[in-house]
């Protein structure tokens, strides 16, 4: 199982690599379609409030998250991603590749 260590406004936290079952159960109850429909920062602030804390896994206060830098936050959610899905993005690039190599073929 991978960890990662962060640290959200001087406090650490440690998101650890969720199970596959863990992951569909979370995002059955998160609809990611909310984070690209997102109209103004007050929007952007609950949604971190609230599902931010249930993606990441840590317990973390509002208070925390309000006295946050916001690349505090970028950090977790990266450390998330890569924690879940170093070997997805390891594939990710060359599959693009291969991808873009042939559609050059094909021009």
């Given at each position: 199982?991978?960890?990662k260590a962060i640290t959200i406004n001087g406090k650490s936290f440690e998101i650890t690599e969720k199970r596959i079952s863990e992951l569909e159960e979370l995002?059955?109850?998160?609809k990611v379609e909310?984070?690209?429909s997102l109209n103004n920062f007050?929007?952007?602030i609950t949604t971190i409030y609230t599902?931010?804390?249930?993606?990441?896994?840590?317990?973390i206060t509002d208070?925390?998250?309000?006295?946050?830098?916001?690349?505090?936050i970028e950090e977790?959610?990266?450390?998330?991603i890569d924690v879940n899905f170093f070997g997805l993005k390891r594939v990710a690039g060359p599959l693009i590749n291969l991808a873009l190599a042939g559609l050059a073929r094909k021009s």
């Open positions: 199982m991978r960890t995002f059955k109850n998160v909310k984070f690209l007050n929007e952007l599902d931010v804390k249930q993606i990441l896994g840590i317990s208070e925390d998250l309000r006295n946050a830098y916001p690349s505090e977790a959610v990266e450390a998330f």
